[in-house]
């Protein structure tokens, strides 16, 4: 066909051989601008899949350059981030999921992947792991990878990031009281709490000791409790939970705190503060008026950040350290964000890679997300911690799952806040340990035999 054409147009004019050329290059035009036009609408061209992220924390900037370096590895994907407060994210999310317009991938807290499976409003993940295992070292590799499981055993969430609560103590306030190291009892951190005050006049041990809806002291008598072996809720078998503690424990715990405000060594004014990062305990560590928190790692950063901007040059005073220890070891919990794809996401695939991006350590924790560890054994042992931090790691090794108080029959919202109305019974005066604690045992042991099939 070459040979025919160029042979014809020898024999023609230079003029002809014009035209026949600009006819030519018109034909070569319209092909080009059909192709463009076939290509970008032609059904079978590949498309561009967008999928939406829903993400609370207050790192933002941080997630959406996450997301940017994922799109630049993905780039037939592209990812909306919204934002919403954590105080509204539970019940919008579940509104959404139930009409179908839930975002495709969302942040959840570990306790919520429970519930919600059983709500029906996360997708079942066990194919896509399956195929493509998340993570450093794969699905058993993950914390608190029993809290991801719905009652059918399926997974429905990835943990991708973890937290826990450690000492934070000023080491200025502890030489200046005679004390060298960081308590490792109950009974040492009583009396270096009590040493402080009486030496210094600065508070010894302070913790947020208000009543609201998600008191503090729930966290800070759980590890009291379980590192002696106690837990309000514990796994009897074969599918079965029950209370796992007595009257008189629940009461050892309440009147060990109450002791830190009767004596004075945690002021008062501390029954005011609910929160685990109020400004009361962030501004005491930075101003040095207080010796000793028990906050998790984001709000040492933050005390440790605003300690550097308002003493620029000053040496770090802080260290920490794991909560005091008995026969059970130092125990706190495992806290920590989860990743879920919502049954109604039109490209589970996509929103599985990126999961898959977020919970590899590089380069999402690495370059973006700095403050967080993944939540990963292996990425914990890997991790190393900023000045004043070690204390994190430490206590991250000896942490628990939230277990039987998130997947028994006692719904945690429900303890947590009975659990601060009994202590803050107690703190007020109102109510002896012993009142309280026989009432806080009676109330779950009820609800335990209401909801236990």
């Given amino acids: 066909m070459t040979y025919t054409i160029f042979s014809t147009m020898k024999k023609l004019s230079n003029n002809a051989m014009r035209r026949v050329s600009y006819k030519l290059s018109a034909f070569s035009l319209m092909v080009g601008v059909f192709s463009t036009a076939f290509a970008l609408f032609s059904p079978l061209a590949a498309a561009e899949t967008n999928i939406t992220f829903r993400y609370h924390d207050s790192e933002g900037p941080q997630m959406r350059s996450a997301l940017d370096a994922f799109e630049k590895a993905n780039p037939d994907i592209k990812v909306t981030m919204q934002r919403m407060s954590w105080g509204e994210a539970q019940q919008q999310y579940l509104r959404e999921a ?36 998340p993570g450093i070292k794969g699905w058993n590799d993950f ?48 009396e270096t709490s009590r040493a402080i005050f009486k030496k210094t006049g600065k508070a010894g041990f302070g913790f947020a000791a208000g009543t609201c809806g998600t008191p503090s002291i729930w966290f800070y008598l759980n590890s009291y409790w379980w590192s002696k072996g106690w837990a ?41 503060a609910c929160l685990l990062g109020a400004p009361e305990i962030v501004e005491g560590m930075v101003k040095g008026d207080i010796a000793m928190v028990s906050v998790p790692d984001f709000t040492a ?57 977020l919970t590899q350590p590089e380069p999402a924790f690495t370059r973006f997300l700095t403050n967080y560890t993944p939540s990963q054994r292996t990425a914990v042992a890997m991790r190393s911690y900023p000045e004043g931090m070690s204390g994190f790691g430490e206590q991250l090794k000896t942490a628990r799952s939230w277990g039987p108080y998130a997947l028994g029959p006692v719904a945690i919202p429900l303890m947590w806040n009975a ?5 803050g019974s107690v703190f007020i005066g109102e109510k002896t340990p012993a009142q309280a604690a026989g009432e806080l045992h009676s109330l779950i042991s009820s609800e335990l035999a209401k909801n236990q099939k």
């Fill in 98 to 133: 139930a009409v179908g317009s839930a975002p495709d991938v969302v942040e959840i807290v570990y306790v919520w992947a429970r519930p919600f499976s059983t709500a029906g409003v996360l997708r079942p993940l066990d194919d896509l792991i399956a195929k493509s295992p």
């Fill in 232 to 272: 309000l809720i514990e796994d009897a078998g074969g599918g079965k939970y029950r209370v796992g503690i007595t009257p008189g424990q629940i009461a050892e715990g309440l009147a060990y705190y109450k002791n830190f405000l009767d004596e004075g060594d945690n002021p008062k004014a501390m029954m005011s």
């Fill in 301 to 357: 950063l933050r005390i440790i950040s605003t300690f550097k901007e308002r003493f620029p040059g000053k040496p770090l005073p802080f260290a920490s350290a794991p909560h005091p220890a008995d026969v059970a070891g130092s125990k706190m919990h495992f806290g920590g964000r989860m990743l879920g794809i919502s049954p109604n996401a039109k490209n589970p695939e996509a929103a599985w890679k990126l999961i898959q991006f």
């Fill in 419 to 423: 659990t601060g109305r009994a202590a």
């Fill in 143 to 190: 914390i608190a990878a029993d809290l991801a499981t719905g009652r059918d055993n399926k997974v429905y969430a990835v943990p991708y990031a973890t937290d826990t609560l450690a000492v934070l103590y000023n080491k200025e306030l502890f030489k200046a009281a005679g004390i060298s190291k960081a308590p490792s009892s109950w009974a040492e951190m009583r």
